[in-house]
T-cell receptor, first 114, second 111 residues
Framework: ETGVTQSPTHLIKTRGQQVTLRCSSQSGHNTVSWYQQALGQGPQFIFQYYREEENGRGNFPPRFSGLQFPNYSSELNVNALELDDSALYLC?????????????FGNGTRLTVT | GQQVMQIPQYQHVQEGEDFTTYCNSSTTLSNIQWYKQRPGGHPVFLIQLVKSGEVKKQKRLTFQFGEAKKNSSLHITATQTTDVGTYFCAGEEEGAQKLVFGQGTRLTINP
């Protein structure tokens, strides 16, 4: 069973730039959720994708966008980066959430915005 | 919007002592899940509680879901150094399609 993999592991960007983070879901999972975790805080829900469509969104501005592909992998795009976007970005895969299935997290991408 | 609060934020114990973290939601939950995150790692699923008043045990860990399905607790008996990490509760409202995490309780242990 292949777990959730994320790339890159670390990234440094400048304020105003754009970034794309990638996630491959665990085999057999059809739903991907993205979370932002600031240092010392709990993960904050960004959005969830199911069947290539956004299926739930947290309190993040539109410059946070995503995609899910037919193989259930996903991308998180952030435009016009701000210093406060510096955080660990976690991808988690699961079966469709209505079954209350648990989240399986990847190791995350550590984004630093300078 | 839905908020999930955890207390305490930090807890330091001597090895062998017990540990408890409490979780409270501003809204009624369909289920609550607990995760553990080791330093430098990612959250790892521990357990899910669904029924009102449910109690589940995993070796030295006891998880409880409140009768009103708005609060939960995790109790660890006789802590060991391997228990070090941050424990998160995460709650989901019925049909909400999003799991909301608390801010976590960071457990450190003096061997």
């Amino acid at each position: 069973e292949t777990g959730v993999t994320q790339s890159p592991t670390h990234l440094i960007k400048t304020r105003g730039q754009q970034v794309t983070l990638r996630c491959s879901s665990q085999s057999g999972h059809n739903t991907v959720s993205w979370y932002q975790q600031a240092l010392g805080q709990g993960p904050q829900f960004i959005f969830q994708y199911y069947r290539e469509e956004e299926n739930g969104r947290g309190n993040f501005p539109p410059r946070f966008s995503g995609l899910q592909f037919p193989n259930y992998s996903s991308e998180l795009n952030v435009n016009a980066l701000e210093l406060d976007d510096s955080a660990l970005y976690l991808c988690a895969s699961s079966l469709l959430r209505e079954n209350n299935s648990p989240l399986h997290f990847g190791n995350g991408t550590r984004l630093t915005v300078t | 919007g839905q908020q999930v609060m955890q207390i305490p934020q930090y807890q330091h114990v001597q090895e062998g002592e017990d540990f408890t973290t409490y979780c409270n939601s501003s809204t009624t939950l369909s289920n609550i899940q607990w995760y553990k995150q080791r330093p430098g790692g990612h959250p790892v699923f521990l357990i899910q509680l669904v029924k009102s008043g449910e109690v589940k045990k995993q070796k030295r860990l006891t998880f409880q879901f409140g009768e009103a399905k708005k609060n939960s607790s995790l109790h660890i008996t006789a802590t060991q150094t391997t228990d070090v990490g941050t424990y998160f509760c995460a709650g989901e409202e019925e049909g909400a399609q999003k799991l909301v995490f608390g801010q976590g309780t960071r457990l450190t242990i003096n061997p």
